[in-house]
């Protein structure tokens, strides 16, 4: 069974940047597809980005395109959520999501549906 734990939320002003972090265990790791998704109070749970586990696929939400990068480092087990320019709005809660059934590398995953395994979240909180 894959476990997921976040970290690296908090407080942050408009412009900054955070680092959330997603440490995957109970599975191989390389063998899993990874995202990053958000909730923001009486919002729906939303992709954020996707990275597949090649890292050679990646999926962003258009309100993050250009500010958010991800990235994953097989020798940690863990996916990065590189949060730049942040806004007001980027306030929410962040979930991390596995997959392990992949159909090909291509495959950009970007469902809440598509995802068995979840992290208990990180709250992230601008302010302007």
């Known amino acids: 069974q894959v476990q997921l734990v976040e970290s690296g939320g908090g407080l942050a002003q408009a412009g900054g940047s955070l680092r959330l972090a997603c440490t995957a265990s109970?599975?191989?790791?390389?063998?899993?597809?990874m995202a990053w998704f958000r909730q923001a109070p009486g919002s729906e749970r939303a992709v954020v980005g996707f990275?597949?586990?090649?890292?050679?696929?990646?999926y962003f939400a258009d309100s993050v395109k250009g500010r958010f990068t991800i990235s994953r480092d097989v020798a940690k087990k863990t996916v990065y959520l590189q949060m730049n320019s942040l806004k007001s709005e980027d306030t929410a809660v962040y979930y991390c999501?596995?997959?392990?059934?992949?159909?090909?590398?291509?495959?950009?995953?970007?469902?809440?549906?598509?995802?068995?395994?979840w992290g208990q979240g990180t709250q992230v909180t601008v302010s302007s």
């Open positions: 999501a596995a997959r392990s059934t992949i159909l090909s590398d291509n495959t950009k995953y970007i469902s809440l549906n598509d995802y068995a395994h």
């Open positions: 109970g599975g191989q790791f390389s063998r899993l597809a």
């Open positions: 990275i597949s586990r090649s890292g050679g696929t990646s």
